[in-house]
């Protein structure tokens, strides 16, 4: 199909698709002459991807090239697909009081152990927990790595949930959407999910937990 | 004490301290001369927050300044100050679709119905939940508001727990940091676990589901 039905089949505006053409992360169709190139299934699948990690995963260009090009390379594992989706969702390691954080990262490596899960120190995941134990001190919560406990239970039964969802297929572009997507969308369904029960959980209580009377504020 | 003692006993620096004093997102001290002010524990805890809702919740002022009026404001309730922290966490709404989505609003507020909760439809998560039924099916994934089912109860769990941790105190200022600091610190330990869950269980299958050799890309 030419460039126009590609854009009309797939509701991404032309500039748009020539943008991501330009930026190497969408593929140019095949040349059929000077000013025409032919365009597939692929492409339509290609422009599904980008968009959904645009809109729902809120990333960079700059991350999803770098998805994408994993995608792209068959040498490398749906398993290690999944570690370089983590990767470019992750936040910025931020790495405020370093010292600390080394500290803690042992913390949660030997709750991980005690686990007994394999996970590398390098994961961003553990980096994210071992910040949340140093800023939950800071505030001068005394927690140790069994604040986690009740996660672990609640996500290794969500993990196995989702990995059943992955499409019985060996071919591979069918595997790497169901694994692309299901990391971005449903991390955004399960965070919603979480607020949506604390709201009610906490309504549920708030004539308990509410202060008798209004006490005034207590800032300055 | 002086506001380079707070600077000091914070770890926050000076012109930090005195940008969120005119963003008003901080109290001024008290004046005790032309030159000097006096600034007391209250201080030192408003800056705790702040820098956590900058450090953690990766939040922009405008956001902070939001979640604070609420909480200095003593007719509010703390359940509705969760309402407000999960406004400002949750993402811009993309309003890609407006048809879709209303109706997928409709399809998402059954389903909690159904569950016997009571949540509003104009909820940021419920827009969220929303919003990820419309991209899976856009996706060609035919999916019911049932894909749901596996969350709510995790995240109920979890939120449960999560409540019951909040400090047993009718002190407000108490209950405001346990409920913005949990919102926004456990949400991002509920998410890296998940990914850990989810990278130890693919870990587990990947021998099961890796294509058998190495099958060329599809792409073109």
Do not use: N
Request: charged fraction near 25%; proline fraction near 5%.
């Amino acid at each position: 199909m030419k460039i126009s039905e590609l854009s009309r089949c797939t509701g991404v505006a032309l500039p748009t698709i020539k943008y991501y053409i330009r930026a190497e992360i969408l593929p140019p169709g095949v040349r059929r002459s000077a000013t025409q190139a032919d365009y597939g299934p692929e492409h339509v699948r290609r422009l599904r991807l980008i968009r959904t990690l645009v809109e729902i995963g809120d990333l960079s260009l700059a991350s999803i090239a770098r998805i994408l090009a994993v995608v792209d390379d068959p040498s490398i594992s749906v398993h290690e697909m999944l570690g370089v989706a983590h990767g470019a969702l992750a936040p910025e390691a931020t790495s405020h009081d370093d010292d600390g954080i080394e500290q803690a990262v042992q913390e949660v490596m030997g709750f991980i152990e005690q686990l007994g899960w394999r996970v590398e120190a390098s994961t961003p995941a553990v980096h994210q927990l071992a910040h949340a134990l140093v800023t939950l001190r800071g505030l001068g919560w005394e927690v140790t790595s069994e604040v986690f406990a009740p996660y672990v239970d609640a996500a290794d039964r969500i993990a196995e949930w989702e990995l059943d969802q992955l499409p019985a297929t060996s071919d591979r572009a069918d595997l790497v959407e169901g694994v692309v997507i299901g990391t971005v969308v449903f991390e955004t369904v399960l965070v919603a999910w979480r607020r949506l029960a604390e709201q009610r959980q906490s309504e549920a209580r708030t004539a308990a937990i509410r202060p008798s009377g209004s006490s005034p504020p207590t800032s300055a």
